[in-house]
């Protein structure tokens, strides 16, 4: 049982300016600690196992069932508790959260062939949640974003995330990073383009399952010559409709679950010939477009 809630109803409270500070990101006014909104997400960080520092809610929530006594609950006026957080429709429960702390070794040493995907200068924040949530769904093992991408901890990205980005590991990492990690850990990396030139595979002609990391670029000008050179080789969504490209989350999202499912697949034959990939059927496989935007 948690301990017994503190009724705030002024603005200017300490707490409640905590709270202000951290979904307004900034750092040395909330001690570091990230804000979250909603029961999903308060949910959500407390079955991943996150530190919540402090809970907020109104009279109208109640406090979660099986909340630790270690965490500190605020009872918040209504208006107190809109006047701290962002969103236009409060739902009347937040928290002050610890954001998880991942190295890249978390996503490479632990995965027999790992699957990553490589965010390459996502401005974004709900096309980078979205890749997030959809890495944890298909069981990807780490997000990597590059210098210049959204953080994954912004508020529209948190929330695009659906708290997957409490369990994923996100790691910021640069180009010579990326490129030391491709060689020591042998990870092809494939980069999304939305042409089916020569020299480019479409997604279903590629094997998935050795250690892959796909690159997902800007959502205007998608990835530029630095990571295209830096690739291992091009990749392409086949597509049959008249479409130029395809939302960068979009992408992304279908190139994991296209490794998921070729390395489903293996996992279920077994025994079987191993060489031979699975193929998506049906007018997807006719003409190739679009794959980063």
Known sequence: MAATATAISSRTNARVKQLRAAFAGQDRLSGGLVAIE???LVQEALR?????????????????????RSIEVVLLTADVFASAVETRSPQGIAALITPPKFELTDMLDRATSPMILIAAGLQDPGNLGTLVRSADAFGATGVITTPGTVSAWNQKALRSSAGSVFRTPVVTATAAEIAEIRQKYGIRLLAAVGTAEEGVLAAPDADLRQPTGFLIGNEGVGLTEEWITLATQRVTIPCPGPVES????????LLLYEASRQRSSTAATHGADKTAIPQIPGPLRRRPTGATR
């Open 38 to 40: 909603g029961e999903h």
């Open 48 to 68: 991943s196992g996150i530190e919540v520092r402090t809970l907020f809610h109104t009279e109208r929530q109640k406090t979660p069932v099986g909340l630790d």
């Open 246 to 253: 395809l939302n960068a989350a979009v992408a992304g999202s």
